[in-house]
């Protein structure tokens, strides 16, 4: 063995660094090992932007309950008492990732630190409604999935740290973030939502514990047909969403990990988010890296597991079937692009979306894309059939969003959407049901239609509400847009 040039013994040369290495960021150059400044400038600037973009995916769930705090606070959401209500359903005017056009949300926002231990009663009846932190973790379920199992009751969310008196008649709930997130839905009945309407102002009730005896009375305030957004920013202005986050909620509501990454990039709890000019330039970088990160994980997804049959279009929001996104329930990890992949395009994060609950819930299918493989476009007309039984105990829909927006799209219909409650659909003589997208009306499918814009992608998900066997073990598949050329129509004036 051959002693190395100045060294007494053999030193292999895995361990040794070149005085030129060629890396996708450029050549860097060393002298004995020692970095030329030239180097570390361009590694430092490298590690900063790799960071961003981490930020970025990584804390997507809090920039977009973030997003969704300052949106239904836009609309005076600012009291527990103060709940938003779509008594009229949610049409297309909001930025609202994903959100549907068939039940009647209710939405608000609790602040533990403000008020302490909130109490929320749930009438009987009450569809699914989930409790989320302020990562958008799950905190508790009510209603339907929820441990009143639709019979109704009084739920308390109180801090983690909470070592106070609880009560007896509650379902508590311990949650480590200030804010909470409460969103109720309804469902409709006889394609109406009166019902729910009617449920829910009689039989909601938000106020702090400490209020019990004298509960303020509730506010709701309607969102139908509003314009208001609720949805993270895209550029460097998703890290000040983040960096008011971070500043508002106690220190243990994130492990040192996430917030050493924070802190990485500058967003700190106790100082001002101020990148200088060098770092604001990297962090624009970084985001338009990230946003461009989640489209392409959402949209054009590499993960073979997102997809619900082989070889076909529809994928599913919660890849692994698990709402932590854990691999094999922890022992690999955490799928980490399918994470990224959800609260990209969604909110709401519940057991009840991803577990097989047969009869209860609610199931979920998304495609962007036609049985040949190319993005679903406005300027084209699509065929997609749904064939006989339908495994939906309550009612199905499918609706069309925006994928600029993850939104509902704005198009001549309110409603972009057709729903098995709701809308008279005609249907085929064999049970199945063609729906129509495109323009324009396909002539004699005008009640099946669904219009798109010439010019903009679109992307559709299909939802079962009270998802039977059938769904589950796939004896029952939806088919594939299809693109249909040829058809003549009549656009709407």
């Given at each position: 063995m051959t002693a190395a040039p100045g060294y007494n013994t053999e030193i292999p040369d895995s361990i040794?660094?070149?005085?030129?290495?060629?890396?996708?960021?450029?050549?860097?150059?060393?002298?004995?090992?020692?970095?030329?400044?030239?180097?570390?400038?361009?590694?430092?600037?490298?590690?900063?932007?790799?960071?961003?973009?981490?930020?970025?995916?990584t804390f997507l769930p809090a920039a977009s309950l973030e997003a969704m705090r300052r949106g239904m606070e836009s609309l005076g959401a600012t009291a527990a008492n103060r709940l938003v209500i779509t008594d009229r359903l949610l049409d297309s005017n909001p930025l609202f990732l994903t959100g549907n056009t068939?039940?009647?949300?209710?939405?608000?926002?609790?602040?533990?630190?403000?008020?302490?231990?909130?109490?929320?009663?749930?009438?009987?009846?009450?569809?699914?409604?989930?409790?989320?932190?302020?990562?958008?973790?799950?905190?508790?379920?009510?209603?339907?999935?929820?441990?009143?199992?639709?019979?109704?009751?009084?739920?308390?969310?109180?801090?983690?740290?909470?070592a106070g008196e609880v009560p007896d008649g509650y379902f508590v709930?311990?949650?480590?973030?200030?804010?909470?997130?409460?969103?109720?839905?309804?469902?409709?009945?006889?394609?109406?939502?009166?019902?729910?309407?009617?449920?829910?102002?009689?039989?909601?009730?938000?106020?702090?514990?400490?209020?019990?005896?004298?509960?303020?009375?509730?506010?709701?305030?309607?969102?139908?047909?509003?314009?208001?957004?609720?949805i993270h920013a895209n550029t460097s202005a998703f890290f000040e969403e983040v960096a008011d986050v971070i500043a508002r909620e106690p220190v243990g509501f994130i492990d040192p990990?996430?917030?050493?990454?924070?802190?990485?990039?500058?967003?700190?709890?106790?100082?001002?988010?101020?990148?200088?000019?060098?770092?604001?330039?990297?962090?624009?970088?970084?985001?338009?890296?990230?946003?461009?990160?989640?489209?392409?994980?959402?949209?054009?997804?590499?993960?073979?597991?997102?997809?619900?049959?082989?070889?076909?279009?529809?994928?599913?929001?919660?890849?692994?079937?698990?709402?932590?996104?854990?691999?094999?329930?922890?022992?690999?990890?955490?799928?980490?692009?399918?994470?990224?992949?959800?609260?990209?395009?969604?909110?709401?994060?519940?057991?009840?979306m991803a577990l097989r609950l047969v009869g209860l819930g609610s199931q979920y299918a998304y495609a962007e894309r036609d049985r040949e493989g190319q993005y679903l476009d406005g300027s084209s007309t699509y065929r997609l059939t749904l064939p006989a039984g339908v495994p939906a105990k309550d009612f199905w829909s499918v609706v069309v969003y925006d994928p600029q927006t993850r939104s509902e799209l704005q198009t001549s219909q309110p409603f972009p959407s057709r729903n098995s409650q709701r809308d008279p659909l005609q249907v085929n003589t064999d049970g199945s049901v063609d729906l129509w997208f495109g323009p324009a009306a396909p002539s004699g499918h005008e009640a099946n239609w669904i219009a798109t814009v010439p010019g903009k992608g679109?992307?559709?998900?299909?939802?079962?509400?009270?998802?039977?066997?059938?769904?589950?073990?796939?004896?029952?598949?939806?088919?594939?847009?299809?693109?249909?050329?040829?058809?003549?129509?009549?656009?709407?004036?």
């Open positions: 040794r660094t070149p005085d030129r290495v060629e890396t996708r960021i450029g050549g860097l150059e060393f002298r004995d090992g020692l970095p030329t400044r030239e180097t570390s400038q361009l590694v430092y600037d490298h590690l900063d932007f790799l960071r961003g973009v981490q930020t970025f995916l068939d039940t009647v949300y209710v939405s608000g926002f609790l602040d533990l630190e403000r008020d302490g231990p909130t109490v929320v009663e749930v009438p009987p009846g009450s569809g699914p409604g989930t409790v989320n932190d302020a990562f958008f973790r799950f905190v508790i379920d009510m209603g339907g999935p929820g441990p009143d199992r639709g019979q109704g009751g009084r739920y308390l969310i109180v801090p983690d740290d909470y709930a311990r949650s480590p973030s200030r804010t909470n997130w409460l969103i109720l839905r309804g469902f409709l009945r006889d394609g109406r939502p009166d019902a729910a309407l009617a449920s829910f102002t009689g039989g909601v009730r938000v106020y702090p514990l400490s209020s019990a005896g004298d509960p303020p009375a509730m506010e709701f305030i309607s969102a139908s047909g509003r314009t208001f957004n609720t990990e996430l917030r050493g990454l924070a802190a990485s990039i500058g967003i700190l709890k106790d100082s001002p988010f101020a990148p200088d000019e060098r770092m604001a330039g990297i962090l624009a970088d970084a985001a338009a890296v990230g946003s461009a990160t989640a489209r392409a994980i959402l949209f054009d997804t590499r993960d073979e597991a997102a997809f619900i049959y082989p070889g076909r279009a529809w994928k599913t929001a919660f890849v692994g079937g698990d709402y932590q996104w854990l691999i094999d329930g922890g022992r690999n990890g955490r799928n980490l692009d399918a994470r990224s992949l959800f609260f990209y395009a969604a909110t709401v994060n519940t057991p009840a679109w992307f559709s998900i299909l939802r079962l509400y009270g998802p039977l066997e059938a769904w589950f073990d796939q004896t029952w598949r939806p088919g594939d847009f299809e693109r249909i050329d040829g058809i003549s129509g009549q656009s709407p004036r």
